[in-house]
C-alpha cells in the first residue's frame, strides 16, 4: 500500500528530566543533556489541508503511538547514512476551534557530523519537514467511498449540494520515518493522487476511466514495493 507524505514545521524544545528519561528509552547507554539537541515536529492535524485532505482525530492518536521510536532522516533516503535523529515521544495536543496538533519530539546526538544540521535548525534556515503514512481508508466527504477500495465521481475541492468534498485519511497501519528537507513533500502516489491528479478529469459517461485509475493503481504498488525491495537489500 502506498504512503502519503505531509509537509511539517520543526518548532523549538527543551530538556529537562524528564524528557531525557524518555529519550535514554532508546539509547544503549544513558545520555547527558549537554550530550543531544531536540526540536519538536508540528507533523499533523485535524485540518483540511491544501490537497483537500485531512487526517481524523483517530488517525493521529494512531500516528502518535507508531511513531515513537521512528528515525528521522534526510530527504526520504532510506538509506543508513542518512538517518539524523529519532522520535523519542509523541502527543496530540488540543488547540482553539476543535485543531487537534500531532506533535513529534525529536533528537540527535550532538556530534561533529551533526554539527551542521544542527546549525542549520537552530538558526531557523532548515525548518520544514515531511511524514510518511499508510493509511487504509481514504473516505470521500460526500458520499463516504473508501477510495483504497472503490473510486467514487467526487473529486476534492469541488461543491457538490452545498458541500465541499475532501478526503479522510484513517486508519493508519503504518508510519515510516520523517525527513528533513529543503522542500516539503506533497502527499504523492496512491490511490487518490493516481486517480485525481493523473491527467485530466475523466468524461462523466466514461466505461474505461475507472479501469485506467486502476492501471495506475498497480503500477504505483510496483513502483513501492521495488523501493522497499531494494531498502531491505541495503
Known amino acids: 500500500?502506498?504512503?502519503?507524505?505531509?509537509?511539517?514545521?520543526?518548532?523549538?524544545?527543551?530538556?529537562?528530566?524528564?524528557?531525557?528519561?524518555?529519550?535514554?528509552?532508546?539509547?544503549?547507554?544513558?545520555?547527558?543533556?549537554?550530550?543531544?539537541?531536540?526540536?519538536?515536529?508540528?507533523?499533523?492535524?485535524?485540518?483540511?489541508?491544501?490537497?483537500?485532505?485531512r487526517f481524523t482525530d483517530a488517525a493521529l492518536e494512531k500516528m502518535a503511538e507508531l511513531y515513537v521510536g521512528k528515525p528521522v532522516i534526510r530527504n526520504h533516503d532510506w538509506k543508513h547514512g542518512c538517518q539524523t535523529a529519532r522520535v523519542y515521544a509523541a502527543n496530540v495536543v488540543a488547540a482553539d476551534g476543535g485543531v487537534k496538533q500531532l506533535i513529534l519530539r525529536c533528537y540527535m546526538p550532538r556530534t561533529?557530523?551533526?554539527?551542521?544540521?544542527?546549525?542549520?535548525?537552530?538558526?531557523?534556515?532548515?525548518?520544514?519537514?515531511?511524514?510518511?503514512?499508510?493509511?487504509?481508508?481514504?473516505?470521500?466527504?460526500?458520499?463516504?467511498?473508501?477510495?483504497r477500495e472503490a473510486i467514487c465521481r467526487h473529486f476534492p475541492?469541488?461543491?457538490?449540494?452545498?458541500?465541499?468534498?475532501?478526503?479522510?485519511?484513517?486508519?493508519?497501519?503504518?508510519?515510516?520515518?520523517?525527513?528533513?528537507?529543503?522542500?516539503?513533500?506533497?502527499?504523492?502516489?496512491?490511490v487518490v493522487k493516481a486517480k485525481r491528479y493523473g491527467g485530466a478529469d475523466p468524461e462523466p459517461d466514461s466505461q474505461s476511466w475507472q479501469d485506467k485509475a486502476l492501471l495506475?493503481?498497480?503500477?504505483?504498488?510496483?513502483?513501492?514495493?521495488?523501493?522497499?525491495?531494494e531498502t531491505e537489500t541495503d
Open 1 to 53: 500500500m502506498e504512503q502519503i507524505r505531509k509537509s511539517a514545521v520543526l518548532m523549538k524544545s527543551a530538556i529537562d528530566e524528564q524528557e531525557m528519561a524518555l529519550i535514554n528509552q532508546h539509547t544503549l547507554r544513558e545520555l547527558s543533556a549537554d550530550e543531544v539537541f531536540t526540536f519538536k515536529l508540528a507533523a499533523s492535524n485535524n485540518q483540511i489541508d491544501r490537497d483537500w485532505e
Open 216 to 229: 495506475e493503481l498497480e503500477k504505483n504498488r510496483f513502483v513501492m514495493e521495488g523501493q522497499n525491495n
Open 112 to 147: 561533529e557530523g551533526n554539527a551542521e544540521t544542527i546549525t542549520a535548525i537552530e538558526s531557523g534556515v532548515l525548518r520544514e519537514c515531511s511524514v510518511s503514512v499508510i493509511v487504509k481508508r481514504v473516505a470521500c466527504s460526500v458520499c463516504g467511498a473508501n477510495q
Open 157 to 190: 475541492g469541488r461543491i457538490y449540494d452545498g458541500v465541499t468534498c475532501h478526503f479522510d485519511l484513517d486508519d493508519v497501519s503504518d508510519v515510516y520515518e520523517v525527513s528533513l528537507v529543503a522542500i516539503p513533500a506533497n502527499a504523492d502516489a496512491g
